[in-house]
């Protein structure tokens, strides 16, 4: 899709994102042994963690040999680049990352913080999980999610259209709605 | 015989008091849900409440295709602790006055940022938010005073209770009307508010 699979020396890269939030379990996981193994056996070469306020530091890995290569940082003004470069995203459940890669059309996989007070977050995830845009795990079973999923099996999102939103408030207002 | 006079006084004056208060409120709730059949004016302030991240996302997904000319001027106002949404708030107005100089319109730089304490952050406990919230509160009234908005837009509840709180407080004490619009994020399902309109999805 990416072609990623084209060369000997092609790189596939996982990105995991946190936001802005604190999600310990989440890096603790995808820096554990387990889900790590899982990565580099389904073709996965590099590891890039943002972490965001969290005070967990996964391990950094580098080097030609390794099988996985890990890599992370705190914040960055815009994770574009990295959503475009990657060949799976791994995220929290914040809509935002959500969205911003379903709109570019990368196989994700939404990792749900259970720490959170009011998690209005996970029904979004569990219901796009349900319509099939994308792979919904918790920390502990991350790797299992890892193992089990196929990205041909998903199926592309179409954004929505805030238009009708707007008619609404122009007609409320008294102005012309077009 | 002076102490009498004053409760007798008193006895009449509350019940009085809390009627006229209570009028008050009910009239200012019964006109809030009504919508204007022709607009008299030609611009309205319109205060925008940025929440963070995907609350962001989607304001700015509103905001990408409102009128430009009537929803002006326009104020963004997200929280202190909040470094990214009032960013991208600015490279859209720039992008949208981009657009217009070249389509040939002549436009002014109508956008204002601003930001506002916090009633509580992501994760904080609701014991600890009593303070925080109060400080907002404070904050967010001051803000109304400046602004006087016409139009409040917003998604997410942490920073626009207080805003709204205010607002409402100002049209029950007269001291100017506003439209409160709130969008529910597409990351709310399972609860549907049965007064809402549900016109599509804004992601």
Sequence with gaps: MDGAENGEH???????????????????????QQVREELSRKGYTDLLIQMGRGSYMPSKVS???????????????SIADYLKSASLIISHAGS??????????????????????????????EELAERK???????????QTIQDMSPESLIPYSPGNPMPVVRLMNKFLGFPTD | MEKDNDRRIWCFMLPVLVAIFVI????????????????????????????SGGHTAEMLSIMNVLQNDIYTPRIYVAAATDNMSLKKARVLEESLMHQGENSGRKMIEAAQFIQIYRSREVGQSYITSVGT???????????????RPQVIICNGP???????????????????WS?????????????????????????
């Design chain 2, 179 to 203: 439209h409160i619009f709130y969008v529910e994020s597409i990351a709310r399902l399972k609860k549907k508010f049965r007064r809402a309109h549900y016109v599509g999805c804004l992601m």
């Design chain 2, 24 to 51: 008050r409120v009910l009239y200012v709730l019964y006109w809030t849900g009504k919508p204007i059949g022709s607009s008299k004016t030609h611009s309205l302030r319109t205060l925008i409440v940025l929440g």
């Design chain 1, 133 to 143: 845009h994308l792979f919904y795990a918790r920390p502990q079973t991350l790797h």
């Design chain 2, 133 to 147: 919230t109060l400080i907002a509160m404070a904050h967010a009234l001051w803000l109304t005073l400046k602004i």
């Design chain 1, 10 to 32: 092609s790189r596939k890269m996982v990105f995991v994102t946190v936001g802005t939030t604190c999600f310990d379990a989440l890096v603790k996981t995808v820096d554990s």
């Design chain 1, 96 to 125: 935002g990352s959500i969205f911003e890669t379903l709109r570019l059309g990368k196989p994700l996989i939404v990792v749900v913080n259970e720490d959170l007070m009011d998690n209005h977050q996970s029904e979004l995830a």
């Design chain 1, 63 to 77: 080097g030609e040999d390794e099988p996985l290569t890990v890599d992370y940082f705190t914040f960055s003004p």
């Design chain 2, 158 to 176: 942490g920073t626009c209770i207080p805003l709204c709180a205010s607002a409402f407080l100002f049209k029950l004490l007269g001291l100017g």
